[in-house]
């Protein structure tokens, strides 16, 4: 039996109470300079701060707790970084093997990360495709489950907890969201927080790098549409396509997706370095990027809620993109 929306949603709240006490209940920070440039009040929940350095510890921690639970002694999991880190810590935790594949150009600073909690790290190429197949075939080899960085409903349901905490924190504050934007990979992310937004009047948006517009290109064709993934800063946003489980449940509940160019993720990159004093990775940054393309509502001042995914990046490329330089930030490019 198809399970609707509301149930579904039901298991980010369930995620979210099995999470308390595990992860970080991590702050929302706000600008009033970000906010002037936005012409909305824009929240932003740091998950840069989060164990492990991004809200992909939320996923990996609920859907490792479960399998050890079940007594599966070792994961597997793929991904350019930040779920491979989050997969690594949650299996150290539940004492699980945990075997990580990486493309070869991963960042460093993300396998020194999952190499340091215990993991043993594999490389496979550049494209996802090539990651998943050793990971399948290590996953036949040892008989260890793989835990997909986006396809998966623990992965989903846990990621969302880190939108509901935004919905639930702005509504104590008084001022309830009426947009929430995520940054789109493989979309689990976006879907978690579709979850954890269904029964309200809040608009969810994903928010892509210029083409790595798998999301964009699937909801325009009603089917989902892969890519090949153009060079972009935000490495953690390059999947070739949108995952199966995500597209299914964001097709009919996301408002639209945000096209942003590295330029765009480069000058909110630096905004939440110098307005919020917290280091963002371009990927998680990239969500500010597309929080300032919607349009302001010219009758009254909205609440948008953005989610700073990770906070996992190099320093060589955090000295880059501080370098002096313009960029204009425009109000286009929401794709229906």
Known sequence: MTRTVGQVRADVEEASRWLAGRVVRTPVLRSPVIDELAGARVLLKAENLQHGGSYKMRGALRAVGRLAAAGHTGVIAQSTGNHAVAVSLAARQHGLAATVVLPVDAAPTKVDRA????????????????????????????????????????????????????????????????????????????????????????EVYGVEPVGCDSLARSLAAGVRVPVVPAPTIADGLRPSCVGELPFAIVRDTLRGVVRVDDDEIAAAFRLILTELKVLAEPSGAAGLAGALRLPPDRDRQRTVGVVLTGGNVEAALVARLMAPRSADVTREGVAA
């Not at 992965?155 to 929430?180: C, M």
């Open 115 to 202: 190499r340091a909690a215990g993991a043993r790290v594999v490389f496979a190429g550049t494209g996802v495709e090539e990651r998943v197949a050793v990971a399948n075939g290590l996953s036949d080899e040892s008989g260890h489950p793989v835990i997909d960085a986006y396809d998966h409903p623990d992965v989903i349901a846990g990621q969302g907890t880190a939108s509901l905490e935004l919905i639930e924190d702005a509504e104590r504050a008084g001022t309830p969201l009426d947009a929430l934007v995520v940054p789109v990979g493989g979309g689990g992310g976006v879907a978690g927080a579709c979850l954890a937004a269904a029964g309200s009047d809040i």
